[in-house]
């Protein structure tokens, strides 16, 4: 990790932390979804009245609403009224030291390198003073401040710059674009805010660890960024932790929008907790994320690679509105044991000239299932308008399955679209190739599924990367012999 | 150093090696030649630990150890190199990447640190220039789109990096026009050393043109039937397999 990020995650974890357990226990509503509910979450929040007003209209628009059945993913339906919105995860009793923290999940910290003060933060140990980081704090804000970079939580958005909120949210995922949106419109209870004013190239990559910190206190998430004209901005959101948390629904939002010319870069590595080999528990993860280049030459780049999640439905889009905007979706998602993922893009090719380009590794182990869902979208106004799109999925053992479902529509006949898409399986005699070179059979599979995820990992930046690699082979270990 | 001892082999219950007895000392170059279906193929991937194949009965000795009971990463990490007759491609994984790869694992079982990137990259690039290949060759994924002369040199590339102990050539010299030949075999013969052996299976005695082995076998249904000299390969040149399923061969 570099010095910068550190330093971001550190402020940020002990920005929220303080607060977080008190108030929970203090706050937590009962289990079900009203306009009683809406109404507590707002007020507990001390937010402006119009977005109260707005997470009502959310809500009731929701409640016409029913969950989409379109995906291929299989799941116990969701009895909604049983879920508790505002401290929705169960936080068990915060365990003293690391001794009383599951000796599974220490040792996943350990294969990740994760410090043993990093590790006692993310398995919920209470240790005060881990971090002194007054002068941390100021030195981070300081330079942020300085470039007239605005990060913060949402909450503190909407009490510090509430009509900048009010300009953006909802502007790019409606509350009524889907059943998911809808909720969390009407639910939620942080996330994070960016505005990057004119011009201003963010001195720093905006790292975040508060993901796992909000996952302990709420999965509606909603976080939202804004590049103004000229600006760039780079995005890391990341969890390299497992969770312990049972069966829960994570159902954020992201917007993001590019002004003239700007671009933003949103990466995330994601590795909640995947479920058992049985497949109980795990992560709903539902999320809906989506770029607008609302601007002439603004850019838009996703990149995830998501190794968590019981199920995963998401599909980071970008809209192309400006002319000669590009969009750019880069994922790698691994499916292990009964992990079920139906993930993918969607590129909307509004202006002229505009381009995206689409790399989608999917890989399948174990008994699960693999979804390359993707929607390549061209308008009769998008005169010159170019797509690349490569689908590859790779399979290890035989009980696994990969589905690849593109979507193409082209109004416009100037255009031009490229598809290419391939399935491969690691071979035994890959296997025994590496072997007889001296390399055992887990190092071979994780050297050849990071071979076939190179294309998507040079996008990521360096630590992310580095990351993502060691997350791969602990995501596959066992998946062979 | 290997020492076969009345070794029987089944594949799914059909048996194909039917009593071999096979002694390799060290710096020794053997050739096991012999028709198609005899079971050279089998020899050499039963000494590499290839799954698939049922040894029924007898023992291999390697440097003292019980090489049956050796896992495939420790017989190659011990100086078992099997250069394979279809190398496979891995997509995506440069050449390079496995080549330190594979170093290092054999680095680790043999107590010694991991090699230092700059003094491997050294190395590798001499090597590379051997064997007459280019250096972008290194950086392309393994085998990935190679042609057959290419593939095969990239082996002999391995095994000179590896150094191993015993190498065996399956087939090496299948597919590959008179020039690639040469170069293998040079490759080959600049590794012959005094404490190296190889075990050569091959059809032709056309590669024993260029590699002179000091014993020859002769495979035929499962069994070794002849051993001699470099002489024995050129009487079965001249002669042909025909012989072999004539009543007093062998035996």
Sequence with gaps: MSASSETIERLISQDYKPGFVTDMEADTLPPGLDEGVVAAISARKQEPDFMLEWRLQALRHWQTLSEPTWAYVDYEPIDYQSISYFSAPKVKEKPASLDEVDPKLLETYQKLGIPLHEQERLAGVAVDAVFDSVSVATTFKGKLAEAGVIFCSMSEALEKYPDLVRQYLGTVVPPEDNFFAALNSAVFSDGSFVYVPKGVRCPMELSTYFRINAANTGQFERTLIIADEGSHVSYLEGCTAPMRDENQLHAAVVELVALEGAEIKYSTVQNWYPGDEEGRGGIYNFVTKRGDCRGRKSKISWTQVETGSAITWKYPSCILRGEESVGEFYSVAVTHRRQQADTGTKMIHIGRNTRSTIISKGISAGRAQNTYRGQVQILKSATGARNYTQCDSLLIGRQCGAHTFPYIEVKQPDASVEHEATTSKISEDQLFFCQQRGITAEDAVSMIVNGFCKEVFKELPMEFAVEAQALLGISLEGSVG | ?251
């Design chain 2, 1 to 251: 150093m290997l020492n076969i001892q009345d070794l029987h082999v089944s594949v799914e219950d059909k048996a194909i090696l039917k009593g071999i007895n096979l002694q390799v000392a060290a710096g020794e170059v053997h050739a096991i030649m012999g028709p198609n279906g005899s079971g050279k193929s089998t020899l050499s991937h039963v000494l590499a630990g290839r799954p698939g194949y049922e040894v029924t009965a007898g023992s291999i000795q390697w440097q003292g150890q019980d090489l049956l009971a050796m896992s495939i990463e420790d017989r190659a990490r011990s100086g078992i190199f099997l250069a394979f007759q279809y190398p496979v491609e891995i997509p995506g994984v440069s050449n390079i990447y496995l080549l330190k790869a594979a170093l290092n694992a054999a680095r680790r079982h043999r107590g010694l640190n991991e090699i230092d990137a700059m003094d491997f990259l050294g190395t590798v690039k001499e090597k590379i220039r051997s064997l007459n290949l280019d250096e972008s060759f290194l950086y392309r994924g393994v085998n990935e789109g190679f042609s057959g002369g290419e593939k095969k040199r990239n082996e002999i590339l391995q095994m000179a990096i590896l150094e191993p102990l015993l190498c065996i050539l399956d087939e090496t010299d299948s597919g590959l026009d008179i020039d690639a030949l040469k170069i293998v075999a040079e490759g080959v013969n600049a590794l012959r050393s005094s404490d190296r052996s190889f075990l050569m299976v091959t059809h032709y005695q056309r590669l024993l043109d260029y590699i002179r082995p000091d014993h020859v076998h002769v495979l035929a249904h499962g069994r070794i039937i002849r051993s001699g000299g470099p002489e024995l390969a050129l009487e079965l040149e001249a002669q042909g397999y025909g012989w072999i399923n004539s009543p007093d061969a062998g035996a």
